[in-house]
């Protein structure tokens, strides 16, 4: 069965410097969602998508952005990184309509570098 | 404030079930209890969520007790795959919106050979 896709797998940039991540969910789900886990923490959400719009916001910082395509794959704009900003992220995919209970679908994740 | 309350870690045999509890006394009556998974670096994976009832699929058991106050998952012949970092979260069923799960502390189970 298809799953979330998320390119690259890896990427290293350096401070300052911008990264987009990409994430292509599952066949005829409509909802994505952004996770960030830093080494040894726990995934922290940071946004989700519903149906193209903005639904649900966590822990984002304002340097990034995000957001749902017509095609329903999402894009994590990162910009000015920061070391800090170094950790595993990942997207997960669902769907959203009314009457579905959530269940995520996560990719491999896509693990940033910042030198 | 943390919403459920999780051992760090715990051992287990490997062909012996797997018990991992689960307290969630402050849990709201429209929120579902979910366990998802992650082995190492890997994306978390959904094994199983429920209301009130007990519900069981083909990768574990989820038993919540009546006050729905706790729960506890069970894998039946744990294997040494199973070692991962097991997470319990509560959540509101958001019907159509796309709420994000919060991801708090899980357990570590470790199968031991």
């Known amino acids: 069965a298809a799953g979330v896709i998320q390119s690259p797998r890896h990427l290293i940039k350096e401070k300052r410097e911008t990264a987009t991540l990409k994430c292509y969910p599952i066949p005829r789900h409509d909802t994505v969602y952004w996770y960030q886990q830093g080494p040894g923490q726990d995934p922290q959400f940071l946004i989700s998508?519903?149906?193209?719009?903005?639904?649900d916001k966590g822990s984002i910082p304002d340097r990034f952005s995000a957001q749902q395509f017509s095609d329903y794959h999402s894009e994590l704009n990162m910009s000015s990184l920061e070391l800090g900003d170094s950790a595993l992220y990942f997207c997960a995919s669902s769907l959203g309509r009314t009457g579905v209970e959530e269940k995520l679908f996560f990719g491999s994740g896509t693990q940033l570098s910042v030198l | 404030d943390a919403k459920t309350t999780q051992p760090p870690s715990m051992d287990c045999a490997e062909g012996r079930a797997a018990n991992l509890p689960c307290n969630h006394s402050t849990i709201s009556g429209n929120e579902y209890v979910y366990w998802y998974r992650q082995i190492h670096s890997q994306g978390p994976q959904y094994i199983i969520h429920g209301l009130k009832n007990n519900e069981t699929n083909e990768m574990a058991s989820l038993i919540i007790t009546e006050d729905r106050k706790s729960s506890t998952l069970i894998l039946p012949h744990a294997t040494l795959r199973d070692t991962a970092v097991y997470y319990c979260i509560v959540s509101v069923f958001s019907g159509g919106g796309a709420d994000g799960l919060t991801f708090g502390k899980g357990t570590h189970l470790i199968i031991q050979p």
């Open positions: 998508f519903y149906e193209k719009m903005q639904s």
